[in-house]
T-cell receptor, first 113, second 112 residues
């Protein structure tokens, strides 16, 4: 059972454009939603995270938008650069965290120069 | 500042063998979690340890076990290796349970 659904599976964006990746969840016990960036051969790196009591969080070029009623959240990368080309994962954690992070299947992002 | 360190970085084992993977968390972090990442998929949760006690376990067979030491480092053990255990094994550390979890670069295990 996939508890966090991520789309699209792959995405090509022109340099300077906006990259948008979406995630949806069903488990209302989730209370923490991070995004990770992973380069080939490396572990995932924490980008930005949000809790459901806010609707948006921005850090530099990265923004999370969160819609609690729709149980959806998304990552926006503004002014996308070739160095942003990587695989991006959304994740969610249920209260307490004992069940670990539940990850989406990932989005392979390519930024074309 | 040292991040999460894992050893070894790569490992090749034969079916039926046993393997031990090691993880050192970020200094001051008391929570360590283990994940399995199969090629092309997101990481899957295996175990969480906090203050040397198992706090959570994912849907993995009993062939998988782990422990956390007094210095908060951890090891993951897998017995009776199967071809399907080939994956990148990731360790993540955090101050509290899986909030702001920082990952190591993983151990690439290949079972032949």
């Amino acid at each position: 059972q996939q508890q966090v659904k991520q789309s699209p599976q792959s995405l090509i964006v022109q340099k300077g454009g906006i990259s948008i990746i979406n995630c949806a969840y069903e488990n209302t016990a989730f209370d923490y939603f991070p995004w990770y960036q992973q380069f080939p051969g490396k572990g995932p790196a924490l980008l930005i995270a949000i809790r459901p009591d806010v609707s948006e969080k921005k850090e530099g070029r990265f923004t999370i938008s969160f819609n609690k009623s729709a149980k959806q959240f998304s990552l926006h990368i503004m002014d996308s650069q070739p160095g942003d080309s990587a695989t991006y994962f959304c994740a969610a954690r249920a209260g307490g965290g004992a069940d670990g992070l539940t990850f989406g299947k990932g989005t392979h992002l390519i930024i074309q120069p | 500042d040292a991040g999460v360190t894992q050893s070894p970085t790569h490992l090749i084992k034969t079916r039926g063998q046993h393997v031990t993977l090691r993880c050192s968390p970020i200094s001051g972090h008391k929570s360590v979690s283990w994940y399995q990442q199969v090629l092309g998929q997101g990481p899957q949760f295996i175990f969480q340890y906090y203050e040397k006690e198992e706090r959570g376990r994912g849907n993995f067979p009993d062939r998988f076990s782990a422990r956390q030491f007094p210095n908060y480092s951890s090891e993951l053990n897998v017995n009776a290796l199967l071809l399907g255990d080939s994956a990148l094994y990731l360790c993540a550390s955090s101050l509290v349970s899986n909030t702001e979890a920082f990952f190591g670069q993983g151990t690439r295990l290949t079972v032949v």
